[in-house]
């Protein structure tokens, strides 16, 4: 069973930093590829990030491109978001993502809260 907990959201001024973790338990992680995701308030859920199974490769969604780092640990089982310079329009709540690359297999965190506001 996929158990995901997220960590380290909060309040931040624009232009800040924050770095969110993402721990793992109950499934095989390294065969999971992993990805952050958000939702802000009235809109859909969207891609934040994600990372292969390996750590090898990693993809973003272009509004976080050079301000957002997607990583991974597979022997401590986590997988973390760094986040700078981040922006008013960066605040929604994050979840963690899991996904077997072998059965297509899901698992949602529940998600933490990012809040950008002077």
């Known amino acids: 069973q996929v158990q995901l907990v997220e960590s380290g959201g909060g309040l931040v001024q624009p232009g800040g930093s924050l770095r969110l973790s993402c721990a793992a338990s109950?499934?095989?992680?390294?065969?999971?590829?992993m990805s952050w995701y958000r939702q802000a308030p009235g809109k859909e859920r969207e891609l934040v990030a994600g990372?292969?199974?390996?750590?090898?490769?990693?993809n973003y969604a272009d509004s976080v491109k050079g301000r957002f780092t997607i990583s991974r640990d597979n022997v401590k089982k986590t997988v973390d978001l760094e986040m700078n310079s981040l922006k008013l329009e960066d605040t929604a709540v994050y979840y963690c993502?899991?996904?077997?690359?072998?059965?297509?297999?899901?698992?949602w965190g529940q998600g933490t809260q990012v809040t950008v506001s002077s």
């Open positions: 993502n899991a996904r077997s690359v072998y059965t297509g297999n899901t698992g």
């Open positions: 109950g499934f095989s992680f390294s065969a999971y590829a």
């Open positions: 990372i292969t199974s390996t750590g090898g490769r990693t």
